[in-house]
């Protein structure tokens, strides 16, 4: 897990190892997000799990983390960004699918907001969290 960027705004890890490195990615965000009550915090770290398990598990590198502060300051996002172009599921059709597949469905009912940023080559999946 190399910095690939630094400002006051964001932080971006390229995620170059062969299993995702949850324990550093857990350990990084909770430092650079000192502010954020420990409820939030959790949330936030459920929420790179899941999107760092699906890019792992579900796609091509490489593979990015990010950690944003939008200039307004009441949220913080976190995003990750894969070499896989292709869409995500319909969450809706991930509820019978036994207990794999769920990640989508936890960022979805622990963010305040999350999404899909599509590109020609990768996509970005990002969850935000009230600050």
């Known amino acids: 897990m190399d910095v690939v960027e630094l400002s006051p705004r964001h932080v971006e890890f390229d995620l170059g190892d062969s299993v995702p490195p949850m324990r550093r990615a857990r ?3 909770a430092e650079n997000v000192p502010d954020l009550d420990q409820s939030r915090l959790l949330d936030l770290l459920l929420i790179a799990d899941a999107l760092l398990t699906n890019a792992f598990e579900h796609a091509l590198g490489p593979r990015r983390l990010r950690l944003s502060y939008p200039q307004d300051g009441r949220v913080v996002r976190v995003e990750v960004a894969d070499g896989s172009p292709e869409r995500l599921p319909v969450l809706g059709k991930l ?3 036994g207990v794999r597949h ?8 622990l963010s305040s907001r999350w999404g899909v940023d599509p590109h020609a080559a990768y996509k970005t999946v990002w969850g935000e ?3």
């Open 102 to 109: 769920r990640g989508l469905l936890l960022v979805n009912r």
């Open 95 to 97: 509820g019978g699918l």
């Open 129 to 131: 969290v009230a600050a």
């Open 27 to 29: 350990r990084w965000i």
